[in-house]
Structure formats: C-alpha cells, structure tokens
C-alpha cells in the first residue's frame, strides 16, 4: 500500500440507512476495505444515527468526525441532500479524534475540553494540524478560536468549517466515532512522518467598499454601535432603503470586514469577514457569527459572482505554492453558505474551478459552513496566526515528496 491512501464516497439515496451504508462502501471500494479514520458531511434531512448506523455497518469501529452541512462537496462537485464520506490509511499518518461538549454553555471551555480529549490518546508535541468541526449555531465563534489557541499556541496549525444546518439556523448535529452529537465540537489532530506536507489556502474574493469606522459598542457577538451610532442605522446608511428591505438576507451579500491592524503592512489591508445572522430593528442591534470587540476597526464589504468564484481559484493557488511542487492526494474544503447565496445556480463552478486547479483526480471532502477557520496566509510568520473568517473558501491540503 503507498503512503496514503483516500477513497471517497456519496450517496442520495432517500433512506438514511443505505445512504450512509453506500457512501461508505464506495469509499471502501477505493482504499481496499480499509481506513485509520473517515470524514463524514451528511445533509440535514437525513435520520442521523440511520445515516451512521448504515456507515458503522460497513466500517465497523474506525474513528469518525465530521456533522451536519449547507451543502456538501465531493469528487462529484457541489451537491445538497446528500451524505459523503472520506476514508484515510496511511502508515505515515496518525489520527486523534476528540469531541467537547456543551459548546452554546461556555466556547471557550468546550474547545479545551475537546484538546483535553485529544491529548488522552495523542502527544500535541508530535501532532502537526488540527481539523475542527464545531456547533455552527453555538455562540460565538471566536471564542472557540480562543479557547484552542490558548492551549495549543496561536502559531498551531488549526483548520475548520463550523457546522451547519441546511439554512434552517436552528441547530446543527456532530458525528464522532459513529454517533450523534448536538452542541459539540468534534475536532481530528493529524500527526505526520516521513515527507508528508500540507498546504492551506485562505482567501474570499471580497473588497472593502468604504472607508473604514469602528465598533464603540458591543457584547458578545451583539454589536450596538459603530461610530457611537446604532448598528442596524449605520448598516441602513450603506445599503439604502431597497436592499435594507432584505436584512437578514442582505448581510450575506454585504458582510463587514474586521480589519487586522497588527497583519497589515505596506499600505496593504487585510481582515476577517463578519456576516450578520440577526438583527433587532427595535434594539439597532446585528448579531453576528462571532464578535467584533469594542475599538476593532471595520469596513464594509462586497463581491460580484466573479470575484467570489475568483476567490476560491487564489485559495487554490495559495494551498498549492505552500506544498511546494508536491501533487496534493487530499483536499478538504471549507466554503461559508454566504458564498452558496452570493453564487446561486453558480456554486457548482466554485468547487470546478477548486478541482481544476488542484487536479480533477485528487480525492476531494467538504462542505458549507457557518463559519470558517484558517490562516490569512501561512507562508508569512505575522499572518499564520488561525482565524476565523465568514465568506470565505478555507483548503487544506495533504500531499508526501
């Protein structure tokens, strides 16, 4: 057997049981009836503990994570209502799953209490990236973030999608070691011999349409005020009156970007996108997907079709030059729903253009998230520092000399 070895497979099949039963197989199929760990994204209408009973009945007891989606992405390109399930073996590469539970009670804790599972069974020292799934209806996403780094250092290699819910944000399911868990954060540490390598790509396609302002009042992921005005009427000024007439909607098409003033350099701007998930016209209030402390500088931000396919092809690149003339054998992909509802009837070309430039034969897993974690860019030391981002394609690739 080489030194790594991944099969996927997918089914839309309506009865949970055999879909996820026939996922699996297909999978099976490409790596000779074995695997270390499997990787699973399963839409929302499926019966969950069917859907892995039917996985569990062909791969028996081999660890597990993954969780619910958006929309799934596998070598057959976008799909929705389906179930796709990774397989991996190599005798180079070690898998530590973990979960922490009770995440919307306390991020932070849960985040520790999924390293802490870890660490039961693996050595942090040894490991070199850790692949997160989180609660996508949890609370506060930078909080997760945090509590993560705080152990494991903020120059640790940390990727991630939070978990979604088919747009119903109201709740999301993890998968771990074939059951299923609610309000979790279910994470795999990868450890590497040999000459294996990974590649991250982080990039959005969006562009600040403004000049920037800042956040002078907020709580949580609740902002109150920007510029010491109401949120929601400094949101109203941008927008105008027709295309505020669409909130929430509308946060997905025209998300804020928290600026980093501690990455920029040389006039460059760099930041992480915040969409709002909810809005309190009463209260002038945006609830967003993770926080905007108090003093962060924002700007506005947008992007055509174009610009956000064009997004994805810059992450590709970008995951491609940090492997450093190496083929990837595995891409893993995290895309954020507000990309799927800027793109419409062309989310399927985000994935193609993804596949083109990484290779139509490399084995392919993802989904859409609420929320993604990666890198700005992993080559530069100020910018390598994880986090979290909204609008945004996240790849990480796995790829040996």
């Not at 295309?243 to 997905?252: S, T």
């Not at 491609?320 to 083929?327: H, P, S």
């Not at 890198?375 to 000399?401: M, R």
Request: with cysteine; charged share 20%.
């Amino acid at each position: 057997m080489s030194a790594l070895t991944v099969g996927v497979g997918t089914s839309h099949l309506e009865n949970s049981h055999d879909a996820g039963a026939e996922a699996c197989k297909l999978a099976f199929e490409k790596t000779e009836g074995k695997a270390d760990v499997l990787i699973v994204f399963g839409a929302m209408r499926f019966d969950h503990k069917a859907l892995l009973s039917g996985i569990n009945a062909v791969a028996g007891k081999v660890p597990m994570v993954g969780g619910t989606t958006a929309g799934e992405i596998s070598p057959e390109g976008f799909s929705e209502g389906s179930v796709v399930v990774m397989a991996i073996t190599s005798p180079m590469l070690t898998f530590d799953p973990g979960i922490g539970l009770h995440m919307s009670n306390d991020e932070d804790a849960c985040a520790r209490a999924l390293i802490a599972d870890i660490c039961s069974g693996a050595v942090i020292e040894e490991a070199s990236s850790l692949l997160v799934f989180p609660n996508g209806m949890g609370g506060d996403g930078l909080k997760v973030l945090k509590g993560l780094q705080d152990v494991l250092g903020k120059s640790f290699e940390i990727v991630g999608g939070y978990l979604g819910d088919d747009m119903r944000f109201k709740h999301t399911f993890q998968y771990y070691n074939g059951k299923v868990y609610r309000d979790a954060i279910v994470g795999l540490l990868v450890s590497l011999k040999g000459d294996f390598r990974t590649g991250i790509g982080v990039r959005s396609g969006f562009e600040s349409i403004g000049n920037s302002f800042y956040c002078t009042s907020s709580e949580g992921n609740v902002v109150k005020e920007f510029d010491n005005v109401s949120a929601l009427g400094l949101y109203r000024e941008f927008l105008g009156e027709e295309r505020f007439k669409r909130l929430p909607g509308i946060c997905m098409e025209y998300p804020f970007g928290l600026i980093d003033e501690d990455a920029g350099s040389s006039g460059e701007r760099y930041f992480q996108l915040r969409c709002g998930l909810n809005v309190d016209k009463k209260e002038g209030t945006i609830t967003f997907t993770a926080s905007i402390p108090e003093g962060s500088a924002v700007t506005l931000t947008s992007g055509s079709r174009g610009d956000v396919i064009n997004g994805a092809r810059e992450a590709a690149q970008q995951a491609m030059g940090r492997l450093r003339g190496i083929k990837p054998e595995l891409i893993v992909m995290f895309s954020c729903v507000g990309r799927k509802l800027v793109l419409g009837r062309r989310t399927s070309e985000e994935v193609e253009v993804v596949r083109k430039c990484l290779g139509y034969d490399v084995p392919i897993i993802g989904f859409y998230t609420y929320g993604e974690i990666g890198p700005i860019d992993s080559s530069v030391e100020k910018l390598a520092e994880a986090k979290f981002h909204n609008e945004t394609v996240v790849l990480w690739l796995l790829g040996s000399a």
